[in-house]
């Protein structure tokens, strides 16, 4: 799985895949990601980060516990938490 991951986002299409990711993500736009300045230099300017420091960011971002257990909402807009 992680080298799956680490393909995706040292491409152009993974830059976008990164910032479509951080777009939705409640925790970074609130400040309470817990990798924030690398997320911000990712999400900001992609084209200074090299391809592995890109896809360093990418694995954090795609197994962030935070994100994985944020409430999500079905459909019908019933509250879907992780777990319960």
Known sequence: MNRK???ITTSK??????A??????PFFFNRQC???AKMERAYL???LLTASERA???QKCMSCS???KRPRYGSSR???????
Do not use: N
């Not at 479509?20 to 993500?25: A, K, P, Q, T, V």
């Not at 019933?78 to 319960?84: A, D, K, N, S, T």
């Open 5 to 7: 991951i680490t393909e």
């Open 13 to 18: 299409d993974g830059d976008a895949m990164l």
């Open 20 to 25: 479509h990711r951080l777009d939705s993500c």
């Open 34 to 36: 817990p990798y924030q």
């Open 45 to 47: 300017i992609p084209g």
């Open 56 to 58: 360093d960011c990418g």
């Open 66 to 68: 935070r994100y994985k």
């Open 78 to 84: 019933l509250r879907i938490v992780p777990g319960e």
